[in-house]
């Protein structure tokens, strides 16, 4: 069985998982994706994910996710997409999740995110659509934003003003 660092995939889809251990199968022939929206994944997201070396895109939506993100996210170093949004993470948004040079896509909205958004979230140059709306934020909306050329819009909704980006 190859090391689970050449897995570039988790795939499930039409399966109810509460509360049991992934158990992760690699494959020679395995994308880099990991699309487990709307599977009613529950628990939390275990610091072991950064064995997932190869993985580009992880798609947990839709699920019943709670705790924080954990740091070790960002020594995926191949993500080019984040979406974790409807789920109930809480905690602040990891510093380390702004190392990832490769990321596009970084959708957290409807959690219960705290904290406010760091200024290293300019070290996101290829971001291209963030997304954070109903969450905790606080704060001010970083001016280092405005040097991420590639995101589109910056739009506030509600009445509390939850900051959310869009790509447009």
Known sequence: ???????GSILVRDQVCSNKPMIVI?????SSFCPLEQNGIAGTLPS???ELSAL??????EGVLTGTI???IGNLVNLEQI????NLLSGPIPE???NLSNLQQLDLNDNELQGSISTAIAQLTRLSFLQIENNKITGTVPSQLGSLLLLGKLARTGRKKKLRMMWI
């Open 1 to 7: 069985m190859n090391k689970i660092s050449s897995v």
């Open 26 to 30: 690699p494959h020679r022939k395995i």
């Open 48 to 50: 072991e994910i950064q």
């Open 56 to 61: 580009r895109f992880l798609v947990l939506e």
């Open 70 to 72: 954990p740091t070790e």
């Open 83 to 86: 979406d974790l949004n409807f």
């Open 96 to 98: 380390e999740l702004f």
